[in-house]
């Protein structure tokens, strides 16, 4: 049931977007997710469901311009 | 008659002012229109620069007016304060170049509205301080305009070593300069927010003269 989360292998399949975030307390409003080369939209945070195997790049900015 | 910039004519000042470009960039630069969503910090100097070179169509957009604390890094002057961000630097774009056409929008960017903002762009620039707005953006371009390169940045705060900022081309017309760590509460001061700007102006430069890669 694992995960590639940034390069790294981890074993959050079956939770949503939204809980994997909260989970690892990601700031979620400053994250742009990216699954299995796909942009998740902000709105389907809590109806897309890891699955084994994806691959997933997260994408975070921080504050200052 | 001749018509006349600064009393000089007018062909003398459009040629001239081009004189020091890379050869061949005049007529894409000319041609190609960039929309820069926040003119702070980031985005007064992205434009200086992309207005310098004679990109001949800028969108600015920004909700916010010009303050005091501003002026540490934002290319405002003290007599603007108090004016809308957007007014006041294209004021100081048409200084430094008439020849380009600027349009300006003083509102918030908003998921409901970036697909009517940022429609003629060929280029969209992110320079946002509000890190929800940079993902904000980066969420709705990729839905409404995925073929659209987008140039954003993140992490330029503090007085950390110039070279840990980078330009990073983690997916397709997506490119993002910054150190990706450094954050504003920090601090933000022009040298270091002006490489990050000089990254994103050269990478949008480098996009319309047909070098993607970075």
Same mark, same amino acid.
């Given at each position: 049931m694992?995960?590639?989360?940034?390069?790294?292998?981890?074993?959050v *399949?079956?939770?949503?977007?939204?809980d994997?975030?909260? *989970?690892?307390? *990601?700031p979620?409003?400053?994250?742009?997710?990216e699954?299995?080369?796909?942009?998740?939209?902000? *709105?389907?945070?809590d109806?897309?469901t890891?699955?084994?195997?994806?691959k997933?790049?997260?994408?975070?900015f921080?504050?200052g311009? | 008659?001749?018509a006349? &910039?600064?009393?000089?004519d007018?062909?003398?000042?459009?040629?001239?002012?081009?004189e020091?470009?890379?050869k061949?960039?005049?007529?894409?630069?000319?041609?190609?229109?960039?929309?820069i969503a926040?003119? !702070?910090?980031?985005? %007064? /100097?992205i434009?200086?620069?992309?207005?310098r070179? !004679?990109?001949?169509?800028?969108t600015?957009?920004?909700?916010?007016?010009?303050?005091? %604390?501003?002026?540490n890094?934002?290319?405002?002057k003290?007599?603007?304060?108090g004016?809308?961000? &957007?007014?006041?630097?294209?004021?100081?774009?048409?200084?430094? /170049?008439?020849f380009?056409?600027?349009k300006t929008?003083?509102?918030?960017?908003?998921?409901?509205n970036?697909?009517?903002l940022f429609?003629?762009?060929?280029?969209?620039?992110?320079?946002?301080d /509000? @890190?929800?707005?940079k993902?904000?953006?980066l969420?709705?371009? %990729?839905?409404?305009?995925?073929?659209?390169p987008?140039?954003?940045?993140? !992490?330029?705060?503090g $007085?950390h070593?110039s070279?840990?900022?980078?330009?990073?081309?983690?997916?397709a017309?997506?490119?993002?300069?910054?150190?990706?760590?450094s954050?504003g509460?920090?601090?933000?001061?022009? @040298?270091?927010?002006?490489?990050?700007? !000089?990254?994103?102006? /050269?990478m949008?430069?480098?996009?319309?003269l047909?070098?993607?890669? $970075?």
């Amino acid at each position: 049931m694992m995960v590639t989360v940034n390069g790294q292998s981890e074993d959050v *399949a079956g939770q949503t977007v939204l809980d994997f975030l909260k *989970a690892r307390k *990601a700031p979620v409003e400053n994250i742009v997710v990216e699954r299995n080369g796909d942009i998740v939209h902000k *709105a389907e945070f809590d109806k897309v469901t890891l699955e084994s195997g994806d691959k997933i790049e997260l994408i975070s900015f921080v504050g200052g311009g | 008659m001749e018509a006349q &910039v600064q009393g000089q004519d007018y062909k003398d000042v459009y040629y001239g002012m081009k004189e020091r470009n890379v050869k061949d960039s005049t007529d894409k630069l000319t041609a190609a229109h960039v929309t820069i969503a926040g003119a !702070g910090g980031l985005g %007064s /100097n992205i434009a200086i620069a992309l207005t310098r070179i !004679g990109v001949g169509h800028l969108t600015l957009i920004d909700f916010d007016s010009v303050e005091l %604390s501003n002026l540490n890094r934002q290319q405002f002057k003290l007599s603007q304060v108090g004016m809308p961000k &957007v007014t006041a630097l294209k004021q100081n774009l048409q200084e430094f /170049n008439p020849f380009i056409e600027i349009k300006t929008f003083q509102t918030k960017v908003t998921h409901d509205n970036v697909k009517e903002l940022f429609a003629d762009a060929d280029i969209i620039c992110e320079a946002f301080d /509000n @890190p929800a707005a940079k993902a904000m953006l980066l969420d709705a371009a %990729s839905e409404f305009f995925p073929d659209k390169p987008l140039v954003m940045g993140t !992490g330029m705060a503090g $007085i950390h070593s110039s070279n840990t900022i980078t330009t990073k081309h983690p997916r397709a017309n997506l490119y993002i300069a910054g150190d990706g760590t450094s954050m504003g509460a920090e601090g933000l001061m022009a @040298p270091r927010v002006m490489i990050a700007a !000089g990254h994103e102006a /050269n990478m949008i430069t480098r996009i319309i003269l047909g070098r993607d890669d $970075i």
